[in-house]
């Protein structure tokens, strides 16, 4: 055990804390799940990418600055502590990116990254379907081969995809041999949303914004390139998606500590509201966020080491989401009758209602984790 | 930054499980103290260094840290080892080493049992000569006693492995009042109580899985049906995020972090929090046969709820740690 962080890794922290003081926009941004929000956004995405911050992870030559996993987590903490905006760009960087590095030819590397880095190319998730949420593998949108325009050709239909009404890419899973059953027989496409053949509908999420969207396929046309990794090895490829998804790298504990010393915060400031068991349950959220982030250093020190996370991100993802509900009612708690009003508190626990459904609902995960990490039968 | 055990802390941890499971099985758990199995369980803790585990090399010890406690505590949690081996190797060797008693604490074993509420009653000190009595809390002072005149009372206990007594009279052999070793003292016994309790979650969900896996019913295991999935998957996810708390806590109160008082009573409520809802479900998912005294799990279940309440319990940290993130509180800290 050896929890001090090293003089390069406290520059880079001081480095970044400067920064973002600097330059973190003094009043929230409007939700980047409306129209408006996510342009303001965008302008702040564009921001940190000039100064080098947009992916820090990555290497320089696609826009990043090769900072180490360890690095990355303090740079998301500094993210948090400063109260900048989320990440809109996220579904692009933090779940299609790992894919690509990992899967992607040389040329998609180099075509898409850095566009994606630079906020000019927003990727949004093209998984669940009206007939396929939880259940990924019974998906039926479908690309047909033409060969002799040396491409494919997708029809079908996805939904639920988040801030795809404001997105210009979408990365989805499609089946390409229909006689293939379930996880077999599908691949990954990167798909332009300017497609001809590609429609794209908004709609309310419970929240109220036009955070969702679905997106028809109508017999539209995509090149070879488009396919990310092998025809028909889709679920492979999409399964290294999920593990980022439901891991570390879309909710760093840097979140979680911010917003759960924003609730002690809260909890100070309202004293009349704060009795001894309200007290006791700010205490269990904030200990908890703690445990988040002690759970993810472990974690990255087995990533450092090559220990591969494995079906063991099944419970980051179900202790952060669930953490995440808590911590909104506990506030709301505080809040008495304010919290009925459109607040942060209040547009934070309804986004936290969609924590244990989305990335796979919280029932699949205690599924994954029963049988792939306890070991219990599957029948 | 690392956060795993080095090579060397999980080697001791690898030992002691081999260890634990060597001699240490169900079995012997239920033996009573004066047995011979109890007796070599003791000789090999002590072969393998554990009482000097925390003593200066200056006194004949190790001259480790909690880095290496907590690894060798979660190991005999692990196996509910019928020894007072918190108490004699965590709490006892900074305040035998204050008041120049070390050598005793040396000579005699798995022998010292401790009461910091002062007030008893007292697990293993059936078998122990000596006690150290007071601290709670980390303050006050703490009597270092021996108990080879003392009167020991048996006291009827949920557990029936703790052997509790209340113990009357004994001879005091020294005083420690330094508040330093005092907090110290009473630190590794709050972060010995939450290595032992991760140990024991763990040792609980083996047997609960192994027993889900292979009880069919309705032609199936009844580890396969959703309902017993759930539960035993919610169960480690608390543990799962209890350990590395309680690794944090080893780290602090080594390092003399100045937070090491709020990461020990994060450890400690996270952990007992975590063993308490383990051993319900695990005696629920067993169904009948974990209602039974006759088999093993009650041995582990009431270790935990022992070691749960004791060395405060989880809502006293929570209200220590509510203390340290300046929330006000109307009411006063509980005592225990």
Redesign the interface.
């Known amino acids: 055990m050896d929890l001090t962080w090293s003089e390069s890794e406290e520059a880079f922290r001081a480095e970044a804390r400067e920064w973002l003081a600097a330059h973190v926009p003094a009043e929230p941004l409007p939700s980047g799940d409306t129209r408006e929000g996510f342009a303001r956004h965008l302008e702040w995405e564009r921001e940190l990418y000039a100064a080098g911050w947009a992916v820090v992870s990555w290497p320089k030559e696609y826009g990043g600055r090769d900072a180490s996993l360890w690095e990355w987590l303090i740079f998301e903490e500094e993210y948090y502590r400063a109260g900048a905006p989320q990440r809109v760009t996220q579904n692009g960087i933090f779940l299609l990116a790992p894919t690509l590095f990992e899967f992607g030819t040389t040329e998609q590397r180099d075509t898409l990254l850095p566009r994606m880095a630079a906020a000019q190319d927003l990727w949004c998730q093209g998984w669940s379907e009206p007939g396929a949420g939880s259940d990924l593998a019974g998906i039926r949108s479908r690309a047909e081969r033409d060969d002799e325009a040396g491409g494919w050709r997708l029809t079908g239909q996805k939904t639920w995809t988040t801030r795809g009404a404001f997105c210009t890419h979408l990365f989805g899973l499609f089946r390409t041999d229909p006689a293939a059953q379930r996880h077999r027989g599908l691949t990954y496409f990167l798909v332009p949303l300017d497609t001809p053949g590609v429609t794209v509908r908004g709609f309310e999420r419970l929240d109220g914004d036009e955070g969702f969207a679905e997106v028809f396929f109508d017999d539209a046309f995509v090149p070879d390139s488009a396919v990310l990794g092998a025809v028909n090895q889709g679920w492979q490829v999409a399964m290294a998606t999920t593990g980022s998804e439901r891991g570390l790298t879309l909710r760093s504990p840097g979140r979680f500590l911010r917003a759960a010393d924003r609730l002690v915060e809260l909890a100070a400031a309202h004293p009349e509201a704060a009795t001894d068991p309200l007290v006791d349950q700010v205490t269990a959220v904030w200990m908890q966020a703690q445990a988040y982030q002690l759970f993810t250093l472990a974690q990255v020190t087995d990533l450092v080491e090559g220990r591969s996370p494995g079906a063991r991100s099944s419970l980051n993802k179900l202790y952060w989401s669930e953490l995440d509900i808590r911590l909104h009612e506990a506030a709301l708690e505080l809040l008495g009758p304010q919290g009925q009003t459109d607040n942060p508190w209040s547009r934070g626990f309804l986004f936290s209602l969609a924590g244990p459904i989305y990335a796979g609902t919280n029932e699949i995960q205690r599924n994954i984790v029963a049988e792939r990490v306890l070991g219990l039968p599957r029948k | 930054?690392?956060?795993?055990?080095?090579a060397e802390?999980q080697d001791l941890r690898e030992v002691v499980h081999e260890l634990m499971e060597r001699l240490c099985p169900p079995a012997v758990v239920r033996s009573t103290p004066d047995a011979p199995a109890i007796d070599a369980l003791d000789r090999g803790l002590v072969e393998l260094g554990a009482p000097g585990l925390l003593l200066s090399e200056r006194s004949g010890g190790l001259g480790l840290d909690e880095?290496y406690l907590v690894p060798l505590l979660t190991e005999t949690g692990w196996a509910a080892a019928p020894l007072p081996v918190l108490e004699t190797v965590g709490v006892a060797p900074a305040l035998f080493e204050a008041a120049g008693l070390a050598d005793r604490l040396l000579a005699g074993g798995m022998a010292c049992a401790a009461d910091p509420t002062g007030t008893g009653p007292v697990r293993f000190a059936e078998r122990g000569g000596l006690l150290v009595r007071g601290g709670w809390g980390g303050s006050g002072p703490v009597e270092i006693v021996g108990l080879s005149d003392a009167r020991r009372e048996p006291v009827p206990a949920v557990d029936p492995a703790a052997n509790l007594c209340r113990i009357g009279g004994g001879t005091v052999l020294g005083t420690v009042d330094d508040p330093v070793v005092v907090e110290r003292a009473w630190q590794r016994g709050v972060l010995g109580a939450a290595a032992q309790l991760i140990g024991l979650s763990r040792r609980m969900?083996e047997l609960t899985?192994e027993y889900?896996?292979s009880r069919t019913q309705f032609g199936?295991?009844v580890?396969?049906f959703?309902a017993?999935?759930?539960h035993?998957?919610?169960a480690?996810?608390q543990v799962?995020?209890?350990a590395?708390?309680v690794?944090?806590a080893?780290?602090?109160v080594a390092?003399g972090d100045p937070d090491r008082a709020r990461d020990v009573s994060?450890a400690k409520?996270?952990a007992s929090e975590a063993a308490q809802l383990v051993a319900r479900t695990a005696i629920q998912c067993h169904g009948a046969i974990g209602y039974t005294t006759e088999y093993d799990l009650h041995l582990y279940a009431k270790r935990a709820w022992a070691l749960a309440a004791d060395w405060g319990s989880a809502?006293w940290h929570?209200?220590r740690?509510?203390e340290h993130?300046?929330?006000?509180?109307?009411?006063t800290l509980p005592l225990h």
């Open positions: 930054m690392r956060f795993a055990l080095t802390q880095n969900l899985v889900a896996g199936v295991p580890g396969s959703q017993v999935k759930h035993l998957a919610s480690l996810l799962e995020f209890a590395p708390a690794a944090r080893g780290f602090s390092a994060l409520a996270l809502a929570r209200a740690i509510a993130l300046g929330l006000a509180r109307t009411g």
